[in-house]
């Protein structure tokens, strides 16, 4: 189980999953349970998410480049550092969610939902995005 690149996770119960450090590129995760999953250090480039159930799973350090997030529950979870360049968040929910020090350039985050626990310390943003 060391290369999921490309496989097909969805709709799977991953929750508490151990899959840091993980080749998952490409990957699709569609619908999947991920809650507490640790998913720090992982290469998710181009994985898709959608609709997935990540609250309070541990993406620290990981490679999202591309990732389609739609509509991704993300509460609680844990993005510092992360790469999310160019990654789509549209209508996920990032309530008590952490992306310290994360890279969001390019990224697409319409209709997001987040409150004050969000946090964006040190967050790479393009200009238009400063103020989310």
Avoid: H, Y
Avoid at 2 to 29: E, I, N, V
Avoid at 70 to 78: K, Q, S
Wanted: hydrophobic share 45%.
């Amino acid at each position: 189980m060391d290369d999921l690149s490309g496989a097909d996770l969805s709709r799977l119960p991953l929750r508490g999953a151990r899959l840091s450090g993980r080749d998952l590129s490409g990957t699709s995760f569609v619908e999947a349970d991920l809650r507490s999953a640790l998913l720090d250090r992982a290469d998710l480039r181009d994985c898709d998410f959608t609709r997935a159930r990540l609250m309070n799973a541990l993406l620290s350090g990981s490679n999202l480049r591309g990732a389609r997030l739609r509509n991704a529950m993300l509460a609680g979870a844990v993005l510092d550092g992360a790469n999310l360049r160019g990654a789509d968040l549209t209508g996920a929910d990032l309530a008590a969610a952490s992306f310290k020090g994360a890279d969001l350039r390019g990224a697409i985050l319409d209709g997001i939902a987040r409150d004050a626990d969000t946090a964006f310390d040190g967050a790479l943003l393009d200009p238009a995005l400063q103020d989310v």
